[in-house]
Nanobody, 127 residues
Framework: QLVESGGGLAQPGGSLTLSCVAS????????IGWFRQAPGKEREGVAL????????RYAGSVKGRFTIARANVTNTVYLQMNSLNLEDTGIYYC??????????????????????WGQGTQVTVSS
């Protein structure tokens, strides 16, 4: 099970931090990805962190603004989002992909690889 939290309303240029708490599977053997779906658009990958936390991947649209991190002790992954803009609005999902090779971040946003998905948290960027 994955449960996201931390969404809400932010102004352009503002920040939000999303959290994803996992249970029911071996967290430290799963890479965790964040995806988002904007209104009227397909879901897209945003960021991925490897199972050991040493490797990350980002979509070009968020690189330099978003940071993904994980704490395996608490089965939690975070997405720090800075310099938010209107295009960041959407429902944000976290997902888990079994990757026991700790550094593996290949095919970061291929959704069919992911075993578990959260229900999502809404992020709205508006002035």
């Amino acid at each position: 099970q994955l449960v996201e939290s931390g969404g809400g309303l932010a102004q352009p240029g503002g920040s939000l931090t999303l959290s994803c708490v996992a249970s029911g599977f071996t967290f430290n053997k799963h890479a965790i990805g964040w995806f988002r779906q904007a209104p009227g658009k397909e879901r897209e990958g945003v960021a991925l962190i490897s199972s050991n936390g040493q490797s990350t991947r980002y979509a070009g649209s968020v690189k330099g603004r978003f940071t993904i991190a994980r704490a395996n002790v608490t089965n939690t992954v975070y997405l720090q989002m800075n310099s938010l803009n209107l295009e960041d609005t959407g429902i944000y999902y976290c997902a888990a992909d079994f990757r026991p090779n700790g550094d593996d971040t290949t095919y970061p946003f291929y959704e069919n690889l992911y075993d578990y998905w959260g229900q999502g948290t809404q992020v709205t960027v508006s002035s």
